[in-house]
């Protein structure tokens, strides 16, 4: 049994001791099992669900929302959350319900937690290795002094100074790669997108506020080219990726993006060059591709056309088009992975799963990361009707690695050279 946590008004993380913790999948509060259930990961973070209060099992085993005491006002306490690193896959969300009309949540991949045994617990499994993304190799105390070296050496190069913005205001780690000379780094390149996503990150479609800011220009092939390969001819595990939380969509730049990677290819071979794409636009994967793509991730909310297009809501493509640029990447050599956006109580639904592995069939890919959407349960299942039967997160990674044991699970991008 694992107890159920929250927040006081002096932000102090406390358990309630007659409360037991639920999680919600979809729209259900359901019991955690074990299996669902981990150990706290180091690199993650316990944050308060403002205006929320948890809604947990009483001593008699019935629904209940939270009270201390009759001497307590409910609303003076708050549902915890945790935040997971890169490598963790939530498998239940936080069951809470708000107290208040205000807007809804941020962009934030909440995951559910409790207390057994004097231990806070996380719903959540661990599928990649984490070491790259700990928090502890970012926002150091050496990264100013790399930004200003940068900055010296390229002062003319309006990436480099866009990638301040963005390891600073928006602690991006693949910003901050870009100068500390490691991993995977990111360039944006693009101001538009040809989707207007429910849970998009930069920019506001109506719903709630988007967290970051798009790119305000749009960068030269030698701007490109100069980031790139500065980053691959001296990272370790070198990536540079295409498609960033700051952009739109990067292959609407083919023919600028294509140019820079024939130029970085002249000037090193090492590395791996990668596009994070809705992979909608055919016609710019494929000139891409012809240019010496190494690597492509495609962002998928579902396989079942009908849901993708709530979700991505696509402009000027379709699903098909999406198909198209997975066919012809892997055929030209690319090394293709499913950005698979996954939300517990209906990525693993019977259906869902269903048309994921439908979808995989028709379009073989090398990898399947698995991405925990930033989004606003109630946000999202405004959009879709999830009564429907799930096999649970673990369930879903367990049918996947026996249904397509030849393709890679994980959380991120690997180098491929």
Same mark, same amino acid.
């Given at each position: 049994m694992f107890l159920t946590l929250y927040t006081n008004e002096s932000g102090e993380v406390l358990e309630h001791p007659q409360m037991t913790m639920? $999680? #919600?999948s979809g729209s259900e509060w359901v019991i955690p099992e074990q299996k669902e259930m981990m150990p706290l990961p180091r690199g993650a973070s316990l944050v308060k669900i403002a205006h929320h209060i948890p809604v947990g099992l009483d001593s008699e085993d019935k629904l209940g929302y939270f009270e201390l005491d009759p001497a307590d006002e409910p609303r003076k306490a708050n549902a915890v959350a945790a935040l997971l690193p890169q490598g963790f896959t939530r498998t239940l969300l936080p069951a809470c319900v708000s107290t208040t009309s205000q807007a809804g949540l941020p962009l934030l991949g909440y995951a559910a937690v409790g207390l057994k045994d004097d231990q806070v617990w996380v719903a959540a499994t661990q599928t990649d290795e984490h070491r790259k993304w700990h928090p502890r190799y970012y926002n150091t105390d050496g990264l100013l002094s790399r930004i200003r070296r940068m900055l010296s050496k390229y002062p003319e190069n309006r990436i480099y100074r866009q990638l301040v913005?963005?390891?600073l205001k928006y602690r991006c780690f693949t910003a901050q790669n870009i100068f500390y000379q490691r991993w995977e780094g990111g360039i944006p390149t693009m101001r538009a997108c040809n989707a207007a996503c429910i849970g998009c990150i930069s920019e506001n479609h109506g719903e709630i506020a988007s967290p970051q800011e798009r790119i305000e220009f749009t960068p030269s092939s030698q701007e =490109?080219?100069?980031v790139a390969s500065e980053h691959l001819e001296k990272? #370790?595990? $070198?990536? =540079?990726?295409? $498609?960033?939380?700051?952009e739109g969509e990067p292959s609407l730049n083919a023919v600028t993006l294509a140019d820079a990677i024939r130029t970085v290819r002249?000037?090193?071979d090492r590395g791996t060059v990668n596009i994070n794409t809705n992979a909608g636009y055919f016609e710019g994967i494929r000139t891409m591709c012809d240019a010496g793509l190494d690597a492509m991730r495609v962002t998928?909310?579902?396989?079942n056309e009908e849901h993708y297009n709530i979700y991505h809501r696509p402009r000027q493509y379709r699903l098909a088009d999406v198909e198209n640029s997975i066919r012809y990447a892997r055929d030209r050599g690319v090394k293709v992975s499913i950005n698979l956006l996954t939300f517990p109580g209906f990525t693993d639904r019977n259906d869902e799963v269903e048309s994921l592995l439908s979808f995989l069939e028709r379009n073989p890919v090398d990898m399947i990361q698995l991405r925990n959407l930033n989004i606003d349960p109630d946000l999202l299942l405004e959009h879709f009707d999830t009564r429907s039967e799930v096999i649970g997160i673990p369930g879903l990674i367990n049918l996947l690695r026996e249904e397509l044991p030849e393709v890679k699970l994980g959380s991120y991008t690997h180098p491929h050279q």
């Open positions: 639920l $999680g #919600r913005q963005c390891s =490109i080219s100069q990272a #370790r595990e $070198g990536i =540079i990726s295409f $498609g960033q939380g700051c002249q000037q090193t998928l909310f579902s396989g």
